[in-house]
């Protein structure tokens, strides 16, 4: 057993290494008694990137991207807990985030026309190879109840403000706050999470959960700041099945015309086949849009996309998936399959990760390229255990238009792309993953790409370290 774990993980390191940001900090205790708790912690990040054919060959990627570059994080964070009467405690947290990059990614947001280094001019020239920044993550306050609603149950209402992280269902439309990138820097790594000026109310009660939110993002571009008020009700039926329905409107409400979208997200998650399949599930988001959005609201795009206002109208999105673990074979292989797609116009809003492919579709495609609209993706996944700490997914995901003429084309086939990434978690402090993509346009792919029509192969090697 150690022989075969020894080797795969030579195997595993003779490849690349990749991850995704946001990975739980390691405490350090400073104080924990009978007034509260004290902790802080630190967390380090960086990831060395390779392309080969850098966008499938467009002259864009030749002439000014980089095909090997690198990004780091430090984060240091400090979080603390008040003991009230009956159980109830005031929580709060603060943490800050040094950012770098060395080099410009294959996304293009590093030549286009961009507020320079954090101010509202609109320069248009390309940031110089190494770029860092400096900014505030975490800083909020909180209040929940303990055991003084012994009626409703422990932690019943819980009541918070400031700048934190805050996620719907898988994150389909809200899960990351912040944006990175740009004069930012570190754009694959993505540790800024937060949307800020927040108020969230929280209440559970008898598996239910009712959520009254506002929310503002943080965007590089001072004119895509966006607000979201909203409210969203959830029933856990026995951990079988799971029910959710949330209301948002998110006012983009800096842009020289006011851009609105009434968003109403329905969700299941359900296992059809509890008593006799009971590693069988199914899960499907729904979204329906009233909005007057722009086809695609990012100034920051590099693709020419036909922009203009659409007026107010109706438009849709979600994914249906289904998903099967083999429990009970050897290294417990769990496949799935997932179709989605979101409508020309569909307001995308600040969607995250939760997990590989979700909802970044694609370690290139989704990561570099896309934004969730105007896009309809086939996605199918393997992910196996082979030893204790290691995970590795093999996912391919087929891309297409829902209106190959927002992208100046006119083939709506895009292209295939195919990863493989393995997680690693070496110890409670030191994660590593791995991955290796590759990309194959089809004929829409190519007139994106200025003609490129070669296979795209993109390496990481991503580490993380929390203290």
């Keep these: 057993m150690m022989k075969n774990k020894s080797l795969l993980i030579q195997f595993i390191l003779g490849l690349t290494v990749s991850s995704y940001a946001n990975i739980t900090h390691a405490q350090y205790t400073l104080y924990d008694g009978e007034y509260g708790l004290l902790s802080a912690g630190l967390q380090i990040q960086m990831v060395g990137l390779g392309e080969y054919n850098n966008r499938s060959?467009?002259?864009?990627?030749?002439?000014?991207?980089?095909?090997?570059?690198?990004?780091?994080?430090?984060?240091?964070?400090?979080?603390?807990?008040?003991?009230?009467?009956?159980?109830?405690?005031?929580?709060?947290?603060?943490?800050?985030?040094?950012?770098?990059?060395l080099g410009h990614d294959p996304s293009g947001i590093t030549f286009r026309g961009l507020p320079q280094l954090g101010t509202e001019r609109a320069d248009y020239a390309a940031y110089p190879d190494y770029?860092?920044?400096?900014m505030t993550e975490e800083m909020y306050v909180g209040w929940r109840s303990g055991k003084s609603l012994a009626q409703w149950g422990e932690n019943a209402i819980d009541l918070s403000v400031g700048s934190q992280d805050y996620k719907l269902g898988t994150g389909l439309l809200l899960a990351n706050g912040t944006d990175d990138g740009g004069f930012?820097?570190?754009?694959?790594?993505?540790?800024?999470?937060?949307?800020?000026?927040?108020?969230?109310?929280?209440?559970?009660?008898?598996?239910?959960?009712?959520?009254?939110f506002y929310l503002e993002n943080h965007?590089?571009?001072?004119?895509?700041?966006?607000?979201?008020?909203g409210m969203n009700v959830e029933y856990n039926y026995h951990d079988k099945a799971n029910f959710g329905f949330s209301y948002i409107n998110d006012d983009d409400y800096t842009r020289d015309v006011t851009a609105k979208t009434d968003a109403y997200d329905f969700?299941?998650?359900?296992?059809?086949?509890?008593?006799?399949?009971?590693?069988?599930?199914?899960?499907?988001e729904y979204v329906y849009q009233v909005n007057n959005k722009l086809t695609d609201p990012n100034p920051e795009s590099p693709f020419l996309y036909n922009y203009g206002?659409?007026?107010?109208?109706?438009?849709?999105?979600?994914?249906?998936?289904?998903?099967?673990?083999?429990?009970?074979?050897?290294?417990?292989?769990?496949?799935s399959y997932r179709y989605a797609i979101m409508k020309k116009g569909f307001d995308y809003m600040n969607f995250g990760f939760k997990t590989w492919g979700t909802w970044f579709q694609g370690e290139m495609t989704g990561e570099f390229i896309f934004d969730n609209t105007d896009?309809?993706?086939?996605?199918?996944?393997?992910?196996?255990?082979?030893?204790?700490?290691?995970?590795?997914?093999?996912?391919?995901?087929?891309?297409?238009?829902?209106?190959?003429?927002?992208?100046?084309?006119?083939?709506?086939?895009?292209?295939?792309?195919?990863?493989?990434?393995?997680?690693?978690?070496?110890?409670?402090?030191?994660?590593?993953?791995?991955?290796?993509?590759?990309?194959?346009?089809?004929?829409?792919?190519?007139?994106?790409?200025?003609?490129?029509?070669?296979?795209?192969?993109?390496?990481?090697?991503?580490?993380s370290f929390k203290f």
Excluded: C
């Design 267 to 284: 969700r299941l998650d359900f296992k059809p086949l509890a008593n006799t399949l009971p590693n069988l599930s199914v899960s499907t």
């Design 184 to 212: 930012r820097g570190s754009y694959w790594l993505g540790s800024r999470t937060v949307f800020i000026n927040t108020m969230i109310a929280r209440i559970n009660v008898n598996g239910y959960k009712l959520e009254g």
């Design 309 to 335: 206002n659409m007026g107010r109208k109706t438009v849709s999105g979600g994914f249906g998936q289904i998903e099967y673990k083999f429990a009970e074979t050897p290294w417990q292989p769990t496949l």
């Design 219 to 229: 965007p590089r571009n001072p004119k895509a700041k966006k607000r979201y008020t």
């Design 131 to 134: 770029k860092d920044w400096m």
């Design 375 to 463: 896009l309809i993706t086939n996605t199918a996944r393997v992910v196996v255990t082979p030893v204790e700490d290691v995970t590795v997914n093999l996912i391919y995901l087929n891309f297409k238009f829902d209106d190959p003429k927002v992208m100046k084309a006119t083939s709506s086939s895009f292209g295939n792309e195919i990863d493989l990434v393995a997680d690693w978690a070496v110890n409670s402090s030191i994660d590593l993953s791995t991955g290796l993509e590759t990309f194959i346009p089809d004929a829409g792919g190519k007139q994106v790409y200025n003609g490129g029509n070669k296979m795209w192969v993109q390496g990481m090697i991503y580490a």
């Design 57 to 101: 060959g467009d002259p864009f990627a030749k002439n000014v991207l980089s095909d090997i570059y690198w990004e780091h994080t430090i984060e240091p964070n400090i979080k603390g807990v008040v003991n009230l009467p009956k159980g109830s405690q005031l929580y709060s947290g603060f943490s800050m985030i040094y950012s770098a990059m």
